[in-house]
């Protein structure tokens, strides 16, 4: 496995910049946010995706979610401090469902603009609370072997 250091050595250096969007953010914005983000750091991504190369489309996503195991502690945001963060912010410090989902399509999404894999891809946003229709989880598919 790729060590943090050498993907963090590849990736822009992590600044703790910070802008506020929305003080007053919603689902909606923060769904939106993701998609943006996703689109604005293809970039970085594009610098380490190969790292995570495996001999199948699931061991590539395997390589992913193992690097983002050892090496990001899993920490749930607050719902009135919710971030959306680069690559080299995703690995520096802890991160949530937004961060691992973004790491993990934002590698697999380059694989996918270099030719490596060919595999669809989404963000899929979840809620599990029956009071509320609204989602408060987003996570990384992808669909081995379809179009």
């Given at each position: 496995m790729v060590s943090k250091s050498a993907v963090l050595q590849k990736l822009a250096p992590f600044k703790n910049y910070k802008k506020v969007v929305?003080?007053?953010?919603?689902?909606?914005?923060?769904?939106?946010?993701?998609?943006?983000?996703?689109?604005?750091?293809?970039?970085?991504?594009?610098?380490?995706?190969?790292?995570?190369?495996?001999?199948?489309?699931?061991?590539?996503?395997?390589?992913?979610?193992n690097f983002l195991k050892s090496n990001v502690p899993y920490y749930i945001e607050s719902t009135s401090n919710q971030t959306l963060r680069s690559p080299s912010a995703i690995v520096a410090m802890p991160g949530d469902c937004k961060s691992y989902a973004l790491f993990a399509n934002g590698v697999l999404d380059s694989l996918n603009r270099k030719g490596i894999l060919q595999v669809p891809l989404a963000f899929r946003f979840a809620g599990y609370k029956e009071s509320s229709k609204e989602p408060q989880h987003v996570f990384a598919v992808m669909y081995p072997g379809t179009k």
């Open positions: 929305s003080s007053d953010q919603t689902v909606t914005d923060i769904i939106d946010g993701i998609v943006d983000t996703h689109y604005q750091w293809k970039g970085e991504y594009d610098k380490i995706s190969d790292y995570f190369v495996g001999e199948s489309e699931t061991e590539t996503a395997r390589n992913i979610w």
